[in-house]
């Protein structure tokens, strides 16, 4: 859950990319975008010419209309992208030479696989031995009452 920038340094969770520095961005998840959590890209001098949003997973209209009414207000260019889409675009802008700025939320890892190790095949259970394994159960539950 995170990012690999191109000197090969590994930046975990949300993470806010300049042309020459990283910084991890507090937030949960692009649900909690909001204009607090935006209220970063307001103080930058100068500003960006782009500001991408790199969005974890797909929204609903009514969020992706509040969030872009927020991302106005804070009179810069912007798109709101898919993360892996947002990692293209801020390589290619940043190589044009121009100040852009990326807010990334990575998509949540994918639960592991379990890996069995390989065990020894079961061992059949007869009806005569599941009779004598009973018998031998009930003496030992009758030994263990009369103690």
């Not at 975008?33 to 782009?50: C, R």
């Not at 044009?96 to 079961?122: H, M, T, W």
Request: with cysteine; proline share 5%; glycine share 4%.
């Amino acid at each position: 859950m995170g990012f690999v920038l191109s000197t090969g340094i590994k930046v975990l969770g949300p993470t806010v990319l300049f042309p020459r520095h990283a910084m991890c961005w507090n937030i949960e998840s692009g649900k909690h975008i909001n204009e607090a959590s935006l209220s970063l890209f307001t103080v930058l001098e100068p500003k960006p010419s782009l500001l991408i949003i790199g969005l974890d997973d797909q929204y609903d209209f009514a969020y992706m209309k509040s969030l872009r009414e927020c991302v106005q207000k804070l009179d810069i260019n912007a798109e709101i992208i898919p993360v892996h889409n947002a990692c293209t675009v801020f390589n290619f802008v940043n190589e044009e030479g121009r100040f852009v700025v990326a807010a990334l939320i990575p998509q949540k890892a994918p639960k592991r696989l379990l890996k069995l190790s390989r065990s020894k095949p079961a061992k059949q259970i007869t009806d005569s031995d599941s009779v004598e394994n009973s018998k031998t159960d009930n003496a030992k539950t009758k030994s263990t009452r009369n103690i």
